[in-house]
């Protein structure tokens, strides 16, 4: 088979080098077998339609790896409040007492028998007596190595 | 092209099957070596489903876009891969005994070109082969190699200088 792309003679001068090249380039009799461009286009085809789920591979690696970071992170961290309930300090089945709370039922309160703050004393007696101040570096896996980062003074020298 | 774009495997077959063998051409002629051809035409086939959508027939007819993508392919190809002389370059560039496998004073002749060629940068090959074997024109040329047509006139100039010392022997033979 021939290579017949808009084939038009050189224009420049036709010395012996042009000769020699234009033989040499337009001699294209390549053998190429009867199914050889279909089994081309075919072999294209699966590799255009199985790259999609290549190209999500690392990102489905990267994802995995961010998560169970994050979750050993979780794991790891110390649980400022063992009930769960969200509330660093705060005592088990105990809600958080606003300003506004007093041991009187609010009017219109509908008793439906679940288990409601009563009071703020009782409150104030299960809450820790040294709560965290404000400005002591949070409790986590990530200021543990803070912790635990030597600072310039403590390198050991080789 | 435009079913191709589209995502219609078999307008894709059926664009191959027209394309496939003067891509070959072109390819070894770049790259000197059918098993490399073959790649870099396979290569080529998917940036052609790929970029299928970008093609604009108001510019270009299909085979020149085509070969636009497998002449890069041949280029990227080339850089990728380390220079590896053929066993027999340097016994039958040297001798004007014709091998076994020459045995016309023709085939012979464009044996010793083709080797000739065969030592210019990528570039200057590809643009010898355009120029000469399809006619392509310096803005044609310039588009495949994503150069300006200026560069091109001086890649040609250049290789076609090298090849008139590296073909001295054979300006008796013409």
Partial sequence: MTGDWNVNPPSNDEEPIDRLLTAWARDRDVEVGPDAARLAADRALAEIHAAPQRRWMPAAIFGGSVAAALGGVLLLSPADDPSGSGAPGAAPGVELASSSSSSAPAPGAVDDGLPRFVGTEAALAALPEDLPDLDDPTDDALMASYVFTLGPAEEPIY | ??????????????????????????????????????????????????????????????????????????????????????????????????????????????????DAVMKLPARQRAAITLFYGDGATMNEIAEALETTPKAVEGLLARARAELAKMLEGLREEL
Avoid at chain 2, 47 to 67: H, Y
Avoid at chain 2, 80 to 91: G, H, T, Y
């Fill in chain 2, 1 to 114: 092209m435009a079913d191709v774009a589209a995502g219609d495997d078999e307008a894709f077959r059926a664009l191959t099957e027209v394309l496939y063998g003067p891509a070959l051409g072109t390819a070894m002629k770049v790259l000197g070596s059918r098993a490399e051809a073959e790649d870099a035409v396979q290569t080529a086939l998917v940036k052609l489903w790929r970029t299928a959508e970008r093609f604009d027939p108001a510019k270009a007819k299909v085979e020149t876009w085509f070969r636009r993508i497998v002449v890069n392919c041949c280029i990227d190809r080339k850089r990728s891969l380390k220079p590896v002389d053929p066993i027999d370059e340097a016994f039958d560039l040297e001798s004007d005994e014709p091998g076994p496998e020459a045995e016309t004073a023709g085939l012979m002749r464009d044996k010793r070109v083709g």
